[in-house]
């Protein structure tokens, strides 16, 4: 299994932007389908966006359409979620991981998650003024 390490989170006002990193700091991501999750205080894990192995494919969820952004750097290593015009209902932790479970399309995003599943350890994000 890669193991994955999130960076990139912090603290920014309404409106502005951050870019998340997810990196493989051992192996490579280009076998995997990648997905980036969010978990709010008091609420469940969701998965907001994927890429493909081959980067043909990303999904977002609704609430993310338009404002943000995944993509795979070259090194096969890292994949970005640029996030732009945050909300306040964006604050939480961010994780990105890669799982068999993880069903990435263009007409579905989808997770359940299996016993083959790699987390990175997240990065806080918060949005406020």
């Known amino acids: 299994q890669v193991q994955l390490v ?6 920014v006002q309404p409106g502005g932007s951050l ?7 051992s192996g490579t991501l280009d076998y995997y389908s990648v997905g980036w999750f969010r978990q709010a205080p008091g609420k469940a894990r969701e998965v907001v966006s994927c890429i493909s192995a081959s980067a043909a494919i990303v999904n977002y969820v609704e ?10 750097a ?18 939480a932790v961010y994780f990105c991981a890669t799982d068999p479970g993880l069903t990435c399309t263009a007409d579905n995003i989808y997770y359940r998650r299996t016993q083959f599943a ?11 003024s």
Request: positive net charge; hydrophobic residues 25%.
């Open 63 to 72: 609430s993310v359409k338009g404002r943000w952004t995944i993509t795979r």
């Open 118 to 128: 790699s987390w990175g350890q997240g990065t806080q994000v918060t949005i406020s």
């Open 74 to 91: 070259s090194d096969a290593k890292t994949v970005y979620l640029n996030m732009k015009y945050l909300r306040p209902e964006d604050t």
């Open 19 to 25: 870019r998340l990193s997810c990196t493989a700091s």
């Open 6 to 11: 999130e960076s990139g989170g912090g603290l």
